[in-house]
């Protein structure tokens, strides 16, 4: 199974603060790479996809990069509502293997 | 209004079984694959599942391969669980979420249910 290290686990940022968070594959997969926001008792919300495009309707301060086993989320800007845990997840082999996700907390 | 809900879930003692079901609306269902994700109480998430738009790819997470027989029917809008031989570590929130690139590999999940909760205890 490929396996998916986020890093920080958590991190606490202030209104405003650009939040970059990272993601390491354990082989190569290409681009195929996908960062969900998950908020407390809710279901998981997809935003981004193929490593860089950004869900229809999800605002323009979030953004990835990256390629092969190295990527990065980015929150711009962070807003009070970003507050929540984001997971990346790779889909270029079975089994479909998820992060352990990075618990964002306000400062 | 694209929506996704679950239902089914409930408390079963270990050995048991529970059939969940996804009901899927507002959006043409028999051309997406769909797929069971699960996440145990404080933990991350856990693929389970993947049956693609005809049913004629169908995956599993070893964790629940030979126990667990996803199916759908497209008629019905409609995905399900089975669930045989449930144990305690089946414990988890169980979602249905959309396929978004409309392959027979799973890839992103674009739309989530709310969740059902199975709980596996004596």
């Known amino acids: 199974d490929i396996q998916m290290t986020q890093s920080p686990s958590s991190l606490s940022a202030s209104v405003g603060d650009r939040v970059t968070i990272t993601c390491q594959a354990s082989q190569d997969i290409s681009n195929y790479l996908n960062w969900y926001q998950q908020k407390p008792g809710k279901a998981p919300k997809l935003l981004i996809y193929d490593a860089s495009n950004l869900e229809t309707g999800v605002p323009s301060r979030f953004s990835g990069s990256g390629s092969g086993t190295d990527f990065t989320f980015t929150i711009s800007s962070l807003q009070p509502e970003d507050i929540a845990t984001y997971y990346c997840q790779q889909y270029d082999n079975l089994p479909v293997t998820f992060g352990q996700g990075t618990k964002l907390e306000i400062k | 209004e694209v929506q996704l809900v679950e239902s089914g879930g409930g408390l079963v003692k270990p050995g048991g079984s529970l059939r969940l079901s996804c009901a899927a609306s507002g959006f043409t269902f028999s051309s997406y694959s769909m797929n069971w994700v699960r996440q145990a109480p404080g933990k991350g998430l856990e693929w389970v599942s993947s049956?693609?738009?005809?049913?004629?790819?169908?995956y599993y997470a070893d964790s629940v391969k030979g126990r667990f027989t996803i199916s759908r029917d497209n008629a019905k809008n409609s995905l399900y669980l089975q669930m045989n031989s449930l144990r305690a570590e089946d414990t988890a929130v169980y979602y249905c979420?959309?396929?978004?690139?409309?392959?027979?590999?799973?890839?992103?999940?674009?739309?989530w249910g709310q969740g059902t909760m199975v709980t596996v205890s004596s």
């Open positions: 049956i693609s738009s005809s049913s004629s790819y169908i």
């Open positions: 979420a959309r396929d978004r690139g409309g392959w027979e590999l799973p890839d992103a999940f674009d739309i």
